[in-house]
């Protein structure tokens, strides 16, 4: 199986937290998400995390209060603090989504992220092909560019092109909620050009498969925008099973239904 490589946990560059506090928080997602610390057992005590970090008991309690707002830690007074299930985490959230990516865990939720991608982005594309503006394509085909030109050497520009065209996509639709999901489709292209970083014959494929979805757009043709933004996820699919992803049966029946 693909590993990913090594990343120190980090947040959004929008959400930031007090040096000491996050040093208290990093040593707790650290546990949490390489699954030192499993589900239903307990975190390290107060005094432990305390004597452990050098930190006061302002900052461990701060830092756990974070993780509870989170939904990955549970905490009551008198019985400690207990890690929750993946289901019960805010994973919508983009600190949590940023924090996921650069875990080992990632590959547990990437079927996950493509699933309701499917569900989501054919349906954005036919809105955008019948609300989008002018300006909005010019933007996509722009996106599409930087993206293009990674197709020998994949870079940061050409995954920030990547996943600028799937947001503008997004955006287009018109609906507030369907462009609220751009934290989301971030992770998502990021994680899975991570995984398929050397897979790089690939990518001009799917440079192909981008610009049909555009044209499909900008043609104003929506069962053809649906048909060719089901092609770029079924593409994903294929490469990430080519690296020996994990995926259930039923979402590859799902995709390979689509993809015909």
Same mark, same amino acid.
């Given at each position: 199986? %693909?590993? $990913? ?17 996050? @040093? ?21 005590? %107060? ?10 008991? %302002? ?13 990955? =830690? ?11 299930? $993946? ?19 990632? *590959? ?8 309701i991608r499917l569900i989501i982005e054919p349906e954005a594309a036919a809105l955008a092909s019948i609300r989008g503006s002018m ?17 020998? +050497? ?5 995954? @920030? ?6 947001? *503008? *996509? +997004? ?23 991570? $995984? ?14 981008? @610009? ?24 994903? =699919? ?6 020996? *992803? ?15």
């Amino acid at each position: 199986m %693909t590993e $990913l490589r090594p990343y120190t946990y980090s947040s959004p560059a929008n959400i930031k937290h007090p040096k000491v506090r996050w @040093q208290v928080i990093e040593h707790l997602l650290h546990q949490v998400l390489s699954q030192s610390l499993k589900v239903g057992e307990q975190l390290p005590g %107060t005094t432990d995390l305390c004597s452990a970090l050098g930190v006061s008991r %302002t900052a461990v309690r701060e830092a756990i209060s974070v993780l509870v707002s989170k939904g990955m =830690v549970s905490s009551k007074q008198g019985e400690g603090s207990t890690v929750q299930p $993946l289901s019960s985490w805010m994973l919508l959230d983009p600190e949590v989504l940023c924090w996921l990516r650069e875990s080992d865990m990632a *590959i547990s939720i990437i079927e996950h992220l493509l699933e309701i991608r499917l569900i989501i982005e054919p349906e954005a594309a036919a809105l955008a092909s019948i609300r989008g503006s002018m300006e909005q394509f010019m933007a996509m085909s722009e996106a599409l560019g930087r993206m293009s030109t990674g197709e020998s +050497l994949r870079t940061p520009e050409s995954t @920030q092109g990547d996943i600028d065209f799937h947001n *503008i *996509i +997004l955006e287009s639709s018109g609906n507030i909620f369907l462009s609220r999901l751009r934290d989301l489709c971030m992770v998502s292209v990021e994680l899975i050009v991570r $995984l398929t970083f050397e897979k790089v014959e690939s990518v001009s494929v799917s440079i192909d498969n981008h @610009q049909r979805l555009l044209e499909a757009i900008r043609s104003r043709k929506p069962e053809l925008a649906r048909q060719e933004a089901r092609r770029v996820l079924c593409k994903t =699919v294929h490469d990430l099973q080519d690296l020996n *992803i994990p995926f259930r049966r039923d979402i590859l029946q799902y995709f390979e239904a689509e993809s015909k």
